[in-house]
């Protein structure tokens, strides 16, 4: 499935306005940036007007998509105070987005969620220890991301935490995404590892961090920008999860100009639908072997004279990353 024809699956129409709703042509539209999303409310930067509590005016229609918000953290909207009272609008319209991310529900079908829209990059945030990140689990939001045309990076969490060979894995591991072109390092919040380098790379963007829960996406968000103290929470010693503590999206301004989207813990992942022979298409690593299969539908699971098998087998493609392919597969199958 490509691009284009995602967003058309996702599209979104605001009800035109009936002849009663048609604004005044001396009412001036604000414009805004959509900090945070409960469903109910909106809180939205307005320009040259502060922060204010917002609601949707009107229907919206939602094409049968399943989509359940509507307006998302970093939609760009255009609303009007509300009649008589300090800070309050009204959103009227959402400005065509530039792309969003979809989090979709593994186990209710169906139920898909805009996590954020017009975002400049996806961060996502992994330990390998309490909790422990799969590699998996990695690689679905890396392909989430490509299938949006989302630059992506890889963060390993906790380096604080681990061993000497622990440490020296997650270095292999954040060397072999970096290969694939997945920017990618440690961090540590009690010692300050990675910080630095984190801020460079989130500098002048809109970043969104996505990650388990508990593995310190609004610690770093703390550590960044010491004034926000954003709520974090111990990971529970018995399950050795995190407690869900972030609830809604929401965007933080860092610094002029640098925007960071905490998110809650994502549990699983679910893929949106997309053919099976495209998933390679989202393996950026792949798709330069995956041009010289002899069969041109070639799933690379099975077939003779496959060149991506081949390139496993020659060590020219990371395992691991060959083996989240086949489970991305399977899944898929399993799905059908
Ligand atoms: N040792 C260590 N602990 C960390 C680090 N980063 C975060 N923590 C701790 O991990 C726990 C969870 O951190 P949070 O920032 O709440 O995690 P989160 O990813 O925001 O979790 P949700 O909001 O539930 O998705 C807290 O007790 C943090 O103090 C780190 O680099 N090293
Ligand atoms: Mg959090
Ligand atoms: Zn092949």
């Known amino acids: 499935m490509n691009k284009k024809y995602r967003h058309a699956e996702i599209c979104m129409n605001f009800a035109p306005y009936t002849s009663s709703e048609t604004l005044p042509l001396s009412a001036k539209l604000l414009q805004g940036l959509v900090l945070k999303s409960t469903g109910s409310w909106y809180k939205v930067r307005v320009e040259n007007q502060g922060i204010w509590d917002c609601r949707l005016k009107g229907k919206l229609k939602l094409s049968k998509t399943g989509v359940s918000n509507p307006v998302a953290v970093g939609d760009h909207a255009e609303l009007e105070a509300e009649p008589g009272q300090k800070d309050k609008g009204l959103i009227v319209n959402i400005r065509e987005r530039e792309n969003y991310i979809i989090r979709k529900s593994v186990h209710k079908t169906g139920h898909a969620h805009i996590l954020a829209a017009n975002v400049d990059q996806l961060v996502v945030i992994a330990s390998l220890k309490l909790p422990r990140t799969s590699l998996g689990f990695i690689d679905r939001l890396l392909v989430s991301a490509e299938s949006y045309h989302i630059p992506a990076k890889v963060i390993f969490n906790k380096a604080d935490l681990l061993s000497e060979d622990e ?58 920008s010491p004034g926000m103290k954003l709520q974090t929470q111990e990971i529970s010693s018995f399950a050795n999860k995190g407690k869900h503590t972030t609830t809604y999206a929401e965007m933080h301004e860092w610094e002029p100009e640098s925007f960071l989207i905490d998110t809650p813990g994502i549990k699983e992942l679910g893929l949106m639908e997309m053919e099976n022979d495209n998933l390679s298409l989202y393996f950026p690593e792949m798709r330069p072997f995956a ?43 399993n799905r059908r």
């Open 291 to 333: 041009a010289r299969c002899k069969f041109y539908n070639c799933s690379h699971t099975h077939e003779p004279q496959c060149a991506v098998i081949q390139a496993v087998e020659d060590g020219l493609l990371p395992i691991p990353r060959y083996e989240s392919y086949l489970s991305m597969m399977e899944d898929e199958d």
């Open 167 to 224: 440490n020296q894995f997650a270095l292999e591991l954040a060397e072999m995404y970096s290969r694939i072109g997945y920017e990618s390092f440690m961090t540590a919040v009690p010692t300050g590892q990675g910080i630095e380098r984190l801020k460079d790379l989130l500098r002048g963007k809109i970043s969104l961090l996505a990650g388990h829960s508990g593995v310190g996406k609004s610690s770093l968000v703390n550590a960044i």
